[in-house]
């Protein structure tokens, strides 16, 4: 593990400026970039090796499609042994990516006008799907608690009608950070069952949770919710391999299924062999190379509660229980104009903007501490600068 945090521990700027990756290529080399959910570490070696093996000996041809025996096989083992989730293998469906997963099931299970809830501040790619399939958005805010945002059950109960059809829920939640424990999971679960919604879980988060926190994936609480819920993962949000796409639907009934059998063989997509061998590579011989990097990250978290905490208590942060993002809340300071184009401008640090997940995020933003600890150092110098100036 020594070996691994050294490495994280050597990623430089300068080095990663370098790079193809949209976050550090899309500002100028005078920006630090803490932005797209995309972390800053050298992949895995297994995974690196496994890519390699496949280049060097030219085999680069067609593999076993949609998905091979022994990926689909790999799935299944790993979510029994990390989450005590039980999945029949005839009910997973790969995919490109966890956002096509979330278009596809709004379009094949709701029709346009009918309600689609989220919670919001949310992910951006919930907000376009609904809006993009013309369906309606039916919000349910997520309420700041005295140490976690908390589920408003009263509120979503009062929001749903008789044409409310699906629930898009994030678990772990982005950008909030909340990994929702069993109890919240099941009281939502209750709502579930007694309005009759259908449940699309994107959990692609669900490997990057602190100590003291777990990830439950919500088709696991029982028979009658896994009949009714949809649940979209991969590995390459927990290992970095975001750009080698390939992601798993699983279906609770073969009812949700079989809108998307009915789909042309090739309209969904599926991954190919670099993306099959570096997803198996990761889930066979990658775990210690994420405990290193949930050990890393723990304390790359605690750095950036303790920074706000200490300089900027006007910064409102409630300290995230899974991945690697913190939503920072600017409304008690005050800052002219939005928060990304603060940083942006005065300080050189690019963060996503929290106008992005929702209209409650219009004086907030997120930032991703997933990198070295030089790097992160220098990028909340640059943001302390930019408030004391």
């Known amino acids: 593990m020594n070996d691994l945090r050294s490495a994280f521990d050597a990623v430089t700027a300068a080095e990663l400026h370098q790079s193809s990756r949209i976050k550090w290529t899309l500002y100028g080399p005078d920006v630090l970039p803490a932005w797209v959910a995309d972390m800053d570490f050298p992949v895995a070696p297994a ?30 083992s790993r979510m029994a042994e990390r989450f005590s989730w039980q999945v029949d293998p005839r009910s997973v469906w790969p995919l490109v990516n966890v956002v ?3 278009d596809a099931s709004i379009l ?29 958005l039916v919000e349910n805010p997520l309420v700041r608690g005295a140490s976690r945002f908390e589920i408003d059950f009263d509120q979503l109960e009062a929001s749903i009608d008789d044409d409310t059809r699906l629930f898009m829920l994030c ?12 109890s919240e999971l099941l009281q939502l679960g209750e709502i579930v069952l007694r309005h009759d919604l259908i449940v699309v879980s994107d959990e692609i988060h669900g490997d990057l949770v602190y100590a003291g926190h777990e990830h439950v994936p919500f088709a696991s609480l029982s028979p009658e919710l896994a009949e009714r819920t949809i649940t979209l993962t991969a590995a390459t949000k927990a290992f970095n391999i975001a750009g080698l796409p390939i992601a798993f639907a699983v279906f609770g009934s073969q009812e949700l299924k079989q809108p998307f059998r009915k789909l042309p ?15 198996l590579a990761a889930w066979t011989d990658g775990q210690a190379w994420l405990d290193a990097v949930l050990s ?30 913190a939503w920072l809340d600017f409304q008690e300071l005050d800052l002219p104009g939005n928060p990304r184009e603060f940083f942006l401008e005065r300080g050189r640090v690019a963060l996503s903007p929290g106008s992005d997940f929702g209209s409650q995020g219009e004086r907030c933003a997120r930032l991703n501490f997933a990198t070295s600890k030089n790097i992160l150092e220098a990028i909340l110098e640059r943001m302390a600068k930019a408030l004391e100036s």
């Open 47 to 76: 995974i690196r090796q496994a890519v390699q093996a496949l280049v060097e000996r030219n085999d680069l041809g067609y593999h076993a499609v949609p998905l091979s025996p022994e990926l689909r096989e790999t799935f299944v």
């Open 100 to 102: 096509q997963g979330l």
């Open 108 to 136: 094949l299970h709701t029709k346009p006008g009918q309600g689609v809830i989220v919670q919001t501040p949310i992910y951006p790619p919930f907000l376009a799907a609904v809006e993009h399939s013309e369906r309606r």
């Open 171 to 182: 678990n772990p939640h982005n950008p909030t950070g909340r990994a929702f424990e069993r």
């Open 265 to 279: 063989p090739h309209v969904l997509g599926h991954g190919g062999i670099l993306d099959d061998a570096a997803t």
């Open 296 to 325: 890393y990250l723990a304390e790359n978290r605690q750095r950036v509660i303790a920074f706000f905490s200490e300089r900027f208590p006007g910064v409102r942060l409630l300290p995230p229980d899974a991945t690697y993002l």
